[in-house]
């Protein structure tokens, strides 16, 4: 049988996304239409976290982390993944104490971008995640540079994700915004853009970015397949 996937969700257009990439994918996989592995998800209220990230206190962050594992391993979950790349800063606080071991959405997504041969990779995401060694330290351990945005387009980044995205608001205005942010970054000399937000798919993707996107929401959640069946 397919391992028990548990999914530590923290806003609510991310985690939807990596569900139903999980379900609506399984089924290839396994070979059989409309199957997938089993799959718990548990989130606490994204206002919860923010709260945390606002005071930078980065072990609240673990601690909420630390209770959907519990209660995802009480429901039976075999392994742990978190489509959100933010609080991925706080999982190393987590990871001794926690029932379960976890994918981690970095390494997942530097992976990929080593497979593809990516030199120079841009980051998206949150200012709290852009400001991170998230990305930086995974992508530098399979020898890719990680180029942050300047900070007025990662402002702008984090001000259009946590007033819109996160709330599922998609306004034209708001993603041609988003679109100059990854063009400057090519400018820079990205060869490819991390969408490190887990709500930045639902707006971006190779379908207009001038380089390819790395969508880390759906590589953790077919990663999460991968792991459950291999």
């Known amino acids: ?15 939807a996304l990596c569900y139903r990439t999980i379900c609506l994918e399984g089924s290839a996989l396994l070979r059989r239409e409309d199957t997938h592995p089993e799959v718990s998800l548990h989130t606490h209220s994204l206002g919860a976290y923010v709260s945390h990230l606002e005071r ?16 995802l391993a009480r429901a039976g979950a075999d392994f742990l993944v978190c489509p959100d790349n933010t609080i991925h800063e706080a999982l190393s606080l987590v990871l001794d104490r ?18 593809r041969g990516f030199r120079r990779v841009g980051v ?26 300047a900070d007025d387009d990662r402002d702008t980044t984090a001000r259009i994700i946590m007033s819109e995205l996160v709330r599922g608001q998609f306004r034209r205005e708001s993603i041609g ?40 929401t759906r590589l953790l959640a077919r990663a999460a397949l991968r792991h459950a069946v291999d």
């Open 1 to 15: 049988m397919p391992r028990h996937i548990g999914i530590v969700g923290c806003s609510a257009e991310g985690a």
């Open 177 to 216: 915004e988003l679109e100059g942010v990854v063009r400057r970054l090519v400018a820079r000399g990205c060869d490819a853009v991390v969408l490190g937000c887990t709500e930045l798919p639902l707006v971006l993707g190779d379908h207009n970015s001038p380089v390819p996107t790395l969508d880390s």
């Open 98 to 115: 926690s029932p379960r071991p976890w994918l981690h959405i970095a390494d997942v997504v530097a992976e990929e971008a080593a497979a």
């Open 56 to 71: 930078g206190d980065l072990a609240g962050v673990a601690q909420l982390m630390l209770d959907s594992a519990n209660k």
């Open 124 to 149: 998206t995401g949150t200012a709290w995640l852009v400001r991170s060694d998230v990305y930086p330290s995974r992508l530098g351990a399979v020898g890719i540079e990680a180029v942050r945005p």
